[in-house]
Nanobody, 115 residues
């Protein structure tokens, strides 16, 4: 079981930036696809960004051009750089690791964007 620990959330004004980190406790991190999801109160959890083991990325339309997902396999860490934040980006952000049919989730980190 992979342990995932997110960090970097917080309170920021609209237009500001945050960088989320997700550290994984596995020696084979490079073989995992990694994703960032978010869940706002009374809404379903949605995929924000994903990066494959090969480095291919995809994003939900609402964050394209503002968010960037990246990974550092030497540090077993995936990042989400969030720029031009909007109040509607306010949510709990969760990291997910996927390998084959196995998924693991982190505990989440809160991002709050004030207007």
């Amino acid at each position: 079981q992979v342990q995932l620990v997110e960090s970097g959330g917080g309170l920021v004004q609209a237009g500001g930036s945050l960088r989320l980190s997700c550290a994984a406790s596995t020696s084979i991190f490079s073989t995992y696809a990694m994703g960032w999801y978010r869940q706002a109160p009374e809404k379903q959890r949605e995929l924000v960004a994903r990066i494959t083991a090969y480095g291919s990325t995809n994003y939900v339309d609402s964050v394209k051009g503002r968010f960037t997902i990246s990974r550092d396999n030497a540090k077993n860490t995936v990042y989400l750089q969030m720029n031009s934040l909007k109040p509607e980006d306010t949510a709990g952000y969760y990291c997910k690791a996927t390998r084959g049919y196995s998924d693991c989730w982190g505990q989440g980190t809160q991002v709050t964007v004030s207007s």
